[in-house]
């Protein structure tokens, strides 16, 4: 499909969630399939949306074998007598959240129940790993407590790959041949969608974009080094992750940028050495933004119907380590390996040996991202709230309202912002029954205790989450997040699974 990211059919919300919510496996997959369970009702409360609509307040949302039944004021709605009532009060219901960029760890009892109590309820996940395509699977069965997801391909890269030996699912196509036959192989074993890398060639990239469309299988990812964004866009590439290389184009140097761009060599897995060559490419690319050439290249991609996931949380933090919270609360959610593997990341390799001049330069770029992803929002680039979640001090379901609070920094209004992580990326991935409030819509909600519209920061103030129609109330989500924060106490979950190489410290670490 053009714009959906699934080559299957739309994945079912069943979730199931029982009296007392247990965190991972969940058992009996006939008892938690959507549609069973009471009603849940929310009352008095006010609606957002995300179509841009202006808010409905005072109304009641029925939700019946997983959809929304009916919204309405009290007198249009009868609540049923056994249904679960949500007092909607003073309250906010929108959409459930969609993080579009995300690195599955491996470990179910963290990542998927944290994705729900903070309201996510559908993930794109970049990690190709056979363990989330099982996850992807037992949550459309209704037997894992998790969010609906959608699964990349491992990462197809040229030869060598930046990604040798760092221990990312990846493949190395040397030629034309060699990447029709990985995006075969992929979707053989599963995958959703196809994720492309920095250092293809462009017979080989060109053959993956031809054998996709033979396919009807979408292909994302970075931006090749060998690929002008705007060649990209046209050969059919429908996303681009990050904002690394695809600002090349909007450069008045792009020539001197690409011409030194191909000079670049390196060997397998050195990620950091690419890195580092690129770097003084982007500092001159923020430096050089044309906004004429800018207008061209972004209606091109306005047009194609390509898609920008700036990832700004990720930015961020490489970009200004010094302002991480080390001692965040939220840290306690994860296991102590976690923990320490991100200091070491923050203090070894983002924070050691950082010059003044290095400083500000960082800020320098930062400052240059927003500006560059504004500019191409307002050029009618469709543009999705992701995270990156695998980077160090970004966390599963928590960084999304991050991400929303850094899109509002970069010029967009919360409506916007809001549509990011709802609207958006359903219309994308091929979901037209979730990312909004309405009659008849799969019941992914989130209850919130304060107007998202007024404060985008107010995303973050959950009350309740609704799931497929499965509801989590408030005592429920406190009881989810003791669950977890104990699960990553015990000392005895698997290692975290490998993601992409998005930062040099991911790469080395």
């Known amino acids: 499909m053009a714009a959906g990211l699934s080559r299957r059919r739309v994945i079912g919300a069943g979730i199931g969630i029982g009296a007392g919510i247990a965190v991972g496996t969940m058992g009996g997959a006939a008892a938690h399939t959507t549609g069973s369970g009471p009603a849940v009702a929310i009352t008095g409360t006010t609606v957002i949306d995300a179509t841009g609509a202006r808010p409905l307040r005072d109304v009641t949302v029925l939700v019946r074998g997983g959809r929304i039944a009916t ?57 190709g790993h056979a363990r989330l395509y099982e996850w992807r699977d037992r949550v459309a069965a209704g037997t894992l407590f998790g969010p609906r997801s959608v699964v990349a391909s491992g990462i197809v890269d040229g030869d060598p790959s930046l990604l040798a030996g760092l221990g990312s699912p990846y493949v190395e196509v040397a030629n034309a041949r060699e990447a029709r036959a990985a995006v075969r192989q992929a979707v053989a074993d599963g995958a ?171 800020r320098e770029l930062f400052r240059a991202r927003l500006h560059w992803i504004s500019a191409a929002h307002r050029a009618g680039v469709p543009v999705l709230a992701g995270t990156d979640t695998g980077t160090a001090y970004v966390y599963p379901g928590f960084s999304l309202h991050d991400e929303l609070e850094n899109l509002v920094e970069a010029g967009f209004s919360p409506m916007q912002a809001l549509q990011a992580a709802t609207s958006a990326p359903a219309r994308f991935l091929g979901l037209p029954d979730v990312g909004t409030v309405r009659r008849n819509a799969i019941a992914d909600l989130a209850v919130l205790d304060a107007d998202p519209l007024a404060d985008i920061r107010n995303t973050k103030r959950i009350h309740a989450v609704i799931v497929g129609g499965k509801l989590i109330n408030a005592g429920q989500r406190e009881h989810l997040l003791s669950a977890i924060e104990t699960a990553a106490n ?20």
């Not at 904002?243 to 050195?270: C, M, N």
């Not at 200091?343 to 983002?350: F, G, I, M």
């Not at 000392?491 to 670490?509: D, K, N, Q």
Request: with cysteine; net charge neutral; proline share 6%.
């Open 71 to 127: 919204i309405g004021t009290a007198r249009e709605v009868r609540v049923p007598a056994d249904a679960d009532v949500v007092d909607g009060r003073g309250k906010f219901v929108v959409p459930g959240f969609i993080d579009s960029h995300v690195h599955g760890s491996g470990q179910e009892e963290i990542d998927p129940p944290l994705f729900l109590v903070n309201g996510v309820t559908t993930v794109r996940d970049m990690n």
């Open 490 to 509: 015990t000392g005895t979950l698997p290692a975290r699974l490998a993601g992409c190489a998005c930062t040099p410290a991911l790469a080395a670490a």
């Open 192 to 362: 959703d969608f196809i994720k492309v890398y920095a250092r293809l060639t462009p017979d080989a990239y060109h053959a993956i974009a031809h054998e996709c469309r033979k396919l009807g299988v979408t292909f994302v990812g970075h931006t090749p080094d060998a690929i002008p964004l705007a060649e990209a866009s046209a050969a059919g590439q429908r996303s681009f992750e990050h904002i690394y290389t695809s600002w090349f184009d909007t450069s008045s140097q792009e020539k001197e940028i690409r011409r030194r761009l191909a000079k670049i060599r390196v060997g397998g897995g050195e990620y950091n050495s690419w890195f580092n060559q690129t770097h003084p490419l982007e500092v001159l690319a923020a430096r050089t933004f044309d906004p004429a050439r800018a207008r061209q290249v972004f209606g091109r991609l306005a047009a194609d119907g390509s898609h920008q996931v700036p990832t700004l949380t990720q930015h961020r933090v490489f970009d200004l380590p010094e302002s991480v919270a080390v001692h965040d609360d939220r840290l306690r959610y994860l296991p102590a390996a976690t923990r320490n593997g991100w200091q070491a990341q923050l203090e070894q390799l983002y924070l050691a040996g950082r010059s003044a001049k290095d400083v500000a330069e960082h």
